[in-house]
């Protein structure tokens, strides 16, 4: 099946800091990916959807200058946060999509960011 | 607007026990929906899907949903449960058009052996 893969899975930083979070469709093109924040005990919430080669599209309430997207290729999407604060720790989970059988998305196991 | 809701939060079962985990949407028009598991430590896996057709949608790991249109719902079954289903269920949906799924709560299942 499709796999993708989240990288890193878990990171620790200081505020104020910036981080990477890197998602790969592993063995097929995505046309889309997606962004997720899952806070504890609740469900996914999407942030932002990117297609290839165009500008992300936020959902409402998210800051598109502090959580920046960018989605180069058909198997790479990256989320960095900026200027990491505290309130900004979270499960951070991307999914990708092909635009064949049905775009189902296929989800990354996640990336724990905690801000200290 | 668009929503997906799971009544139950959490469910606690003994292995053998039957289950069914409840999920409600609201759209208008056509609608896709899908059933995930999270199972601890791991990625979202799709359980089953439901496009269009027969109502009665089989998924792996012996799972199965019936889509019935007239209640909004799409609940998920099986009909006897084992340890090893223990994870978090989360149903979805989207409208027909469109790629952007609308998760519900999540259920946390745990199966006592």
């Known amino acids: 099946g499709a796999v993708v893969s989240q990288h890193p899975s878990w990171v620790i930083c200081k505020s104020g800091t910036s981080v990477k979070i890197e998602c790969r469709s592993l063995?097929?093109?995505?046309?889309?990916m997606f962004w997720y924040r899952q806070f504890p005990k609740q469900s996914l919430m999407l942030m932002a959807t990117s297609n290839e080669g165009s500008k992300a599209t936020y959902e409402q309430g998210v800051e598109k200058d502090k959580f920046l997207i960018n989605h180069a290729s058909l198997t790479l999407s990256t989320l960095t946060v900026t200027s990491a604060h505290p309130e900004d720790s979270s499960f951070y989970i991307c999914?990708?999509?092909?635009?064949?059988?049905?775009?189902?998305?296929?989800f990354g196991a996640g990336t724990r960011l905690s801000v200290l | 607007a668009q929503s997906v809701s799971q009544h139950n939060h959490h469910v606690i079962l003994s292995e053998a026990a039957s289950l069914e985990l409840g999920c409600n949407y609201s759209y208008g028009g056509t609608v896709n929906l899908f059933w995930y598991v999270q199972y601890p430590g791991q990625h979202l896996q799709l359980l089953l899907k439901y496009f269009s057709g027969d109502p009665l949608v089989k998924g792996i790991k012996g799972f199965e949903a019936e889509f019935i249109k007239s209640k909004f719902s799409f609940n998920l079954r099986k009909p006897s449960v084992q340890w090893s289903d223990t994870a978090e269920y989360f149903c979805?949906?989207?409208?027909?058009?469109?790629?952007?799924?609308?998760f519900g709560g999540g259920t946390r299942l745990m199966v006592k052996p």
């Open positions: 063995d097929f093109q995505a046309t889309t």
């Open positions: 979805a949906g989207r409208d027909n058009a469109g790629n952007m799924l609308t």
């Open positions: 999914s990708a999509s092909q635009n064949i059988g049905g775009n189902i998305q296929y």
